[in-house]
Every structure is written in C-alpha cells, then in structure tokens.
T-cell receptor, first 110, second 114 residues
Framework: GQNIDQPTEMTATEGAIVQINCTYQ??????LFWYQQHAGEAPTFLSY????GLEEKGRFSSFLSRSKGYSYLLLKELQMKDSASYLC???????????FGKGTMLLVSP | ETGVTQSPTHLIKTRGQQVTLRCSSQ?????VSWYQQALGQGPQFIFQ???????GRGNFPPRFSGLQFPNYSSELNVNALELDDSALYLC?????????????FGPGTRLTVT
C-alpha cells in the first residue's frame, strides 16, 4: 500500500517563497507528481520526478529523495493566483495509477 | 484546457439510484483512470481502463463499474447510490508507454446523493 503525508494548510505572502513538503511510504515507486488544484476545478500538472534531485520549471521547482521517501515543491515569487491546493501523488509501479495525498491548501495574502 | 471532457458537470441523485458518468479522453490517449475526490481530500483511485480492458482497481466495491469504448472514451457506473458517494468524480487520460505517462484531468462531475 501507499501512505502519503503533506501539511494540511500553509500561508505565505505575495512575492515570498514557500516550500511544501511531502513524505511517502510505498511498496512500489515509479515517480512522484505534483498537481495544483483550484477550488472546484480539476488538478493541473505541475511537475514530475522519478530520479533524485531538483527539477526546475519557471517559478516552480520540485525535489525528490527516493531513499528518504521525501519530496518538496518550491514556489517562488508567489502571486495571489497561486492560492490553491497542492497535491502530491505517487505513481505505483506496475501501472500508471496515482495515489494522492490529501493536499496542502496554500493561501497567499497581499 | 487538457482536452479531457466530462459530462454532466453536476448531478443530483437519490440514495439507491444508479448513475452513469462520461469521459472523453484527450486525442491520442489510450488510457483512462477514474478518481473519486471527497471534499477536502485528495483524489482516490477507482479503476483504470487500457485499450477497453480494466487495468487496475482501487479499494471500491463492485457497484462501481466502468467501460472503455473503441474511441477510448469511458463511462463510470455506480449502482445503489449511497450518501457517501457524494463527491467530485474525475477522469484522467494518458498515453501508456514505458515513459512517464502523465495524466491529464477533466473538469470533473460533481455528484450529490440525497
């Protein structure tokens, strides 16, 4: 089975940097995804890590340590529109289904 | 816009009834996965269809069933609806290769069971 933990809520200020952590325990691992979900909308893909290290994509970066079962999503130069839920998801080995954490609600204030 | 569409957008049903939800996958994708997302929770995997066959199933009872059609669109059927089935139902399409198989989500169907 899979167990994925991430903080429930975080707050940050516009223009700041925020790091959202995710820890996981899995019986199989074939990659870790981060999705953004605005209220009432579908999740949208942000990043993917399958090897250890940092993946950078504009204002968003994601880090993975497979030996520690740990990932983080780093958001820089925060904007009000970044207020959303951020979902960490692990892809099982075997087939490409995703196991999601409960999501971290990020509130960006002026 | 991911190119994945779902219908209907919203639905209200009564306990004990049956419901069918529909999903059209992104052009070129051959795999559809269905997820249930309760309020304040992350999506939970229901099942996946690959080339019209069920390719994996999560911890959901048999009253949750599905189909995938030759054009790779899909249906989710739920029988004997219960109040706890009230949730956002998401479908995600992907192109299954040996690579990363990124999933693209549709806008979801909000089901309310009263």
């Amino acid at each position: 089975g899979q167990n994925i933990d991430q903080p429930t809520e975080m707050t940050a200020t516009e223009g700041a940097i925020v790091q959202i952590n995710c820890t996981y325990q899995t019986s199989g691992f074939n990659g870790l995804f981060w999705y953004q979900q605005h209220a009432g909308e579908a999740p949208t893909f942000l990043s993917y890590n399958v090897l250890d290290g940092l993946e950078e994509k504009g204002r968003f970066s994601s880090f993975l340590s497979r030996s520690k079962g740990y990932s983080y999503l780093l958001l820089k130069e925060l904007q009000m529109k970044d207020s959303a839920s951020y979902l960490c998801a692990v892809r099982n080995s075997g087939y490409s289904t995703l196991t999601f954490g409960k999501g971290t609600m990020l509130l960006v204030s002026p | 816009e991911t190119g994945v569409t779902q219908s209907p957008t919203h639905l209200i049903k009564t306990r004990g009834q049956q419901v069918t939800l529909r999903c059209s996958s992104q052009s070129g994708h051959n795999t559809v996965s269905w997820y249930q997302q309760a309020l304040g929770q992350g999506p939970q995997f229901i099942f996946q269809y690959y080339r019209e066959e069920e390719n994996g199933r999560g911890n959901f009872p048999p009253r949750f069933s599905g189909l995938q059609f030759p054009n790779y669109s899909s249906e989710l059927n739920v029988n004997a609806l219960e109040l706890d089935d009230s949730a956002l139902y998401l479908c995600a399409s992907s192109l299954e290769t040996s690579g990363r198989s990124e999933q693209y989500f549709g806008p979801g169907t909000r089901l309310t069971v009263t």
